[in-house]
C-alpha cells in the first residue's frame, strides 16, 4: 500500500546525457540539491512496488494489469489507502500555429529548432525510435520495448523533424530520451541529477466515471467508493502530487509538464446503469448500481482535475481547439470538450495553461512512416513542452545560459494569450493559451522593454524594484516560485479546502498613490470572473495595471507573510534563510531612444486577392525619440515552390512620432489560387536598439477555382487543410468526435 509521503521510485542508474553538452550539464548540476535528490531517491525506493509485484497482486485481487479500451491505456501503478488499485492511463481522446511556434521556427532572427536541447518524455510504452522523423534523435532511457502508439505521437508532437511537414513537431532538431511509465519518480529524480529541463508526462490516474470493461462488460465503471456521489480525488493534493514538488524543489531547473487529463463531462445521466467495486477478501469485486452520482465536472465542468495533477511547482496543461490563422482575440481559444477544468480543492489555479490538443496529426508506432490524428491533454501537453524547449535554446543563445524552471513557467504564464470569458486567469484555461512568439520577445528586448529577474528573498525581507511605464501597454507583472511542500497532506475527503501553500509570498506594485494587487479566483464559486486583492493560494502571482500612465515610475515589491521554510532531505519542514522566485515584468522602457517596430500586416478575404491584392502594414515608434528616415522593404515568397522569392519592394515611411503608428500599404500579385505565399516585410531604420520586432509575416493562400470552361474542374481530399480552402470545420456537438464540414 502507498502509505508514505515517498512511494515510487528505485535506486539511481546512470543514464546517458547527449545534445546539451557536457559543460552545460554540469553547470545545471552545481546548481541542483544532488545530495536533497539522492535522499529522495532512497526513500522513494522504499514504497517501491515493482512491475512483477504488481502484476502479481493484480492477479491475486482479480483485476487487470494493463488493458486497452477505446483507444487508451491503462497501466496498474499502485493502491490508495483504502487498498483499491490506482491506474494510469493515457489523457487522449495545426498545434504550432495556435501556439505562436511556426513563428520562431521561420523567423530569420531568431531560427529556434530546438538545438542543443534534450527533452524527456515518460508514457505508456516505448517510442518506434525508427520513425523516419526522429534521425537518430530518439532514444529509450529504460529497457522498455513493447512499441506504444500514444508514447510515439507524443514524441513527434515534440520532436519530429517535418518529412511529412504537417507533421513537424514543436522543437524539430531537439533531442528525445523516452521511458515507459513504470519507476517514473525515480527516473525524473535520475534524469533531474543528470541536468533535465523539461519532461512531458501525458497520462495521470484514472478517476470519478470512466468507460470500460474492467468488470467484464462494457459500459460506465465507478471508480470511486460506492458511498461517494462525487468523486473525492478531483481537485485533491495527494502523494504523488508532493513527491513531483519535492522534485522540482532540489532541481530548480527542472520542469515536468503534464496533461490536465479528459474526464470532463463523462459518466451516464442521472440514475443511470454503472458499476461499482468493492473490496472482499482482498479481491476487486464489481456491482451494477443505478445510484445517482455527479458526472465528471458536474453541470458545469469544473473540479475534475485528479490527484497526480494539482502539484504546485510543475506545469499542468489543458486542450484547445487549433486557430486557423493564429490567435487575434480571447473568443478565438476554445476548450476541448473532454479537457479537464480546475479548481483545485485548496482552490489554486490549475490548469496552469492550454496547448493545442484537437486533431494533432503526428508519427504512430506502426510503422516508420506512419502517421495518425490524435486529441486530448495528452497532444496539447507536449505542444507545449516542446515549445518552451524553443524558449530554453533562445536564452541559452542570448545569454550563454539557462532559465530556472520558475522562470520558465513565470515566462510562459505572462506572457499566455488571454482566453476565456473574463479578463485574467480562470479554472478553464489556466492563464492563457501558450504564445511562444511572445515570450521569445520578452527574452530578446530584456533590460529594454522588459524584466526577467531570478531573485532571492531573505526572511523578513522585501524585494523592491522600480520601472517607467511606456504607457503604450499595460503594465504586468508576474512572479512565480518553487513552493516547498506540507509535511501532512490534506486528508482525502471531498472538497478539503486546506492550503497546500507553505511561503507565501505577497506581490504589490504601487505609483505612488495607489496600491495593486494580484488576480485571485473564488474557489466556492469557480465560474466567476477574477477579481484582485491578496492571493493567499498559489505560488504564482500577477499584477496587471491596464492603463498605466506614459512616463510614470512605479515601484514593485515583494515581500511574505510568517517565516519562510524549506524540507530539509528528509521531507521536512524546518526554517529557511530564504525564498528564491522569478519575475516577469512588461509595458516597460528601459531607456531605449530609437524603436520601430512591425506590429502587424493584414491582407483581406481570401475570396478578394487580385493582381493587385493590398497588404496593410502598421509601424509603431517604441522609442523615446522622434522616428525618421526609415523605409519598409518587402517580399513575395512562394513556399510551394522551394520559397522562391516573386516580387520585392521597398517603400519609404514618413515620420513616426513617438508613442505613434503608422499604416502604411502596398500591392502585391495573389491572383493566383491554391498556392501557399508568405508577405514578409521589415522596417529598416538606422540605430534601431531593438531587432526582433523589425519584421513581420503573414501567410496568404487563395481559395478561387476557375471552371469556367468545359472540362475544367477542381479537386481536393478531406486530408487537406479545409479551412485554407474557405470551408468552416465544426464540432457542432461538442464531443470531439463528430465534425461538420461546409
Known amino acids: 500500500p502507498r502509505s508514505t509521503l515517498f512511494p515510487y521510485t528505485t535506486l539511481f542508474r546512470s543514464t546517458a546525457v547527449f545534445a546539451q553538452n557536457a559543460q552545460e550539464v554540469k553547470v545545471l548540476q552545481q546548481k541542483t540539491n544532488l545530495e536533497g535528490l539522492k535522499s529522495l531517491g532512497k526513500k522513494f525506493h522504499k514504497g517501491t512496488l515493482s ?13 487487470p494489469f494493463t488493458t486497452e479500451f477505446g483507444g487508451k491505456f491503462y497501466q496498474l501503478q499502485g493502491f490508495n489507502a483504502k487498498g483499491f488499485p490506482l491506474y494510469y492511463v493515457t489523457s487522449n481522446a495545426g498545434a504550432a500555429e495556435g501556439t505562436g511556434v511556426s513563428r520562431l521556427q521561420a523567423s530569420p532572427v531568431l531560427d529556434l529548432q530546438g538545438n542543443g536541447i534534450t527533452l524527456r518524455e515518460w508514457d505508456g510504452g516505448a517510442v518506434r525510435l525508427t520513425h523516419q522523423e526522429f534521425g537518430g534523435r530518439a532514444k ?31 522543437a524539430p532538431k531537439a533531442e528525445l530520451i523516452a521511458y515507459d511509465w513504470n519507476d517514473d519518480e525515480d527516473e525524473m529524480t535520475t534524469a533531474a541529477t543528470n541536468g533535465a529541463l523539461l519532461s512531458n508526462h501525458s497520462y495521470g490516474y484514472l478517476g470519478g466515471f470512466e468507460y470500460g470493461n474492467w468488470s467484464g462488460a462494457t459500459g460506465w465503471h465507478w471508480l470511486g467508493t460506492d458511498d461517494d456521489t462525487e468523486y473525492v480525488g478531483y481537485g485533491h493534493y495527494g502523494e504523488t502530487d508532493a513527491q513531483w514538488d519535492l522534485i522540482s524543489k532540489n532541481a530548480p531547473y527542472y520542469l515536468a509538464v503534464k496533461a490536465a487529463g479528459n474526464p470532463r463531462g463523462d459518466g451516464p445521466e442521472p440514475g443511470g446503469a454503472h458499476y461499482v467495486r468493492k473490496l472482499e477478501n482482498g479481491k476487486v469485486v464489481w456491482a451494477k448500481s443505478t445510484k445517482v452520482r455527479q458526472k465528471n465536472g458536474g453541470a458545469n465542468g469544473f473540479d475534475c482535475i485528479n490527484h497526480g495533477a494539482t502539484g504546485k511547482n510543475g506545469l499542468i496543461i489543458g486542450a484547445a481547439h487549433k486557430i486557423p490563422g493564429g490567435y487575434k482575440q480571447p473568443s478565438d481559444v476554445k476548450a476541448a470538450s473532454f479537457s479537464a477544468f480546475g479548481p483545485t480543492d485548496d482552490g489554486r489555479i490549475k490548469p496552469d495553461l492550454a496547448g493545442i490538443g484537437v486533431g494533432v496529426y503526428s508519427t504512430t508506432s506502426t510503422g516508420d512512416s506512419q502517421y495518425t ?3 486530448g491533454t495528452s497532444m496539447a501537453s507536449p505542444n507545449v513542452t516542446g515549445s518552451l524547449a524553443l524558449l530554453q535554446e533562445h536564452h541559452n543563445k542570448l545569454y550563454s545560459s539557462f532559465m530556472k524552471s520558475a522562470t520558465l513557467k513565470a515566462l510562459a504564464i505572462h506572457t499566455a494569450n488571454e482566453a476565456g470569458e473574463h479578463p485574467g486567469p480562470d479554472y478553464q484555461f489556466g492563464w492563457g493559451l501558450l504564445n511562444t512568439f511572445k515570450a521569445a520577445e520578452v527574452l530578446s528586448t530584456k533590460n529594454k522593454y522588459s524584466k526577467v529577474e531570478e531573485v532571492t528573498l531573505n526572511n523578513n525581507g522585501t524585494y523592491t524594484l522600480k520601472l517607467t511605464a511606456t504607457g503604450s501597454a499595460p503594465l504586468v507583472v508576474t512572479i512565480v516560485w518553487d513552493d516547498a511542500v506540507v509535511e501532512k497532506l490534506p486528508d482525502a475527503t471531498l472538497n478539503n479546502r486546506e492550503s497546500v501553500l507553505v511561503n507565501d509570498l505577497d506581490l504589490r506594485v504601487s505609483d505612488g498613490a495607489t496600491t495593486f494587487f494580484p488576480w485571485k479566483l473564488d474557489v466556492n464559486n469557480p465560474a466567476n470572473a477574477a477579481t484582485k486583492g491578496d492571493n493567499t493560494k498559489d505560488n504564482v502571482e500577477q499584477v ?3 492603463n498605466p500612465v506614459a512616463g510614470k515610475e512605479y515601484t514593485i515589491t515583494v515581500s511574505h507573510k510568517g517565516d519562510l521554510k524549506k524540507n530539509d532531505d528528509q521531507g521536512k519542514l524546518v526554517p529557511a534563510a530564504s525564498q528564491d522566485f522569478s519575475l516577469i515584468a512588461t509595458g516597460i522602457n528601459n531607456g531605449v531612444s530609437k524603436d520601430l ?7 483581406p478575404p481570401a475570396k478578394e486577392y487580385t493582381n493587385q491584392t493590398p497588404v ?15 523605409k519598409l522593404k518587402y517580399k513575395l515568397v512562394n513556399v510551394d515552390n522551394g520559397n522562391a522569392v516573386e516580387h520585392t519592394g521597398e517603400v519609404a515611411l514618413e515620420e513616426v512620432a513617438q508613442g505613434k503608428t503608422l ?3 502596398f500591392n502585391v500579385d495573389l491572383s493566383k489560387s491554391f498556392v501557399n505565399y508568405s508577405i514578409e516585410a521589415e522596417v529598416e531604420f538606422t540605430g534601431d536598439e531593438v531587432a526582433i520586432n523589425n519584421a513581420v ?3 496568404a493562400y487563395g481559395i478561387i477555382a476557375t471552371v469556367e470552361n468545359v472540362g475544367e474542374s477542381y479537386s481536393y481530399g478531406f486530408e487537406e487543410e479545409l479551412e485554407k480552402s474557405g470551408w468552416t470545420v465544426e464540432d457542432t456537438d461538442g464531443n470531439g468526435r463528430t465534425w461538420r464540414v461546409y
Open 616 to 630: 496593410t502594414v502598421e509601424v509603431e515608434n517604441l522609442g523615446s525619440t522622434s522616428a525618421t528616415g526609415a
Open 697 to 699: 509575416s503573414a501567410k
Open 51 to 63: 512491475r512483477a509485484q504488481l502484476e502479481s497482486r493484480a492477479k491475486e485481487m482479480n483485476i
Open 597 to 603: 517596430a512591425l506590429k502587424s500586416v493584414s491582407l
Open 140 to 170: 529509450m532511457g529504460d529497457t522498455s520495448t513493447r512499441l506504444n502508439s500514444h508514447s510515439t505521437h507524443v514524441a513527434g508532437t515534440m520532436i519530429a523533424s517535418g518529412e511529412d511537414k504537417k507533421a513537424k513537431g514543436m
Open 373 to 375: 490524428s490524435l486529441s
Open 544 to 546: 496587471v495595471i491596464e
Open 663 to 665: 499604416s502604411k500599404s
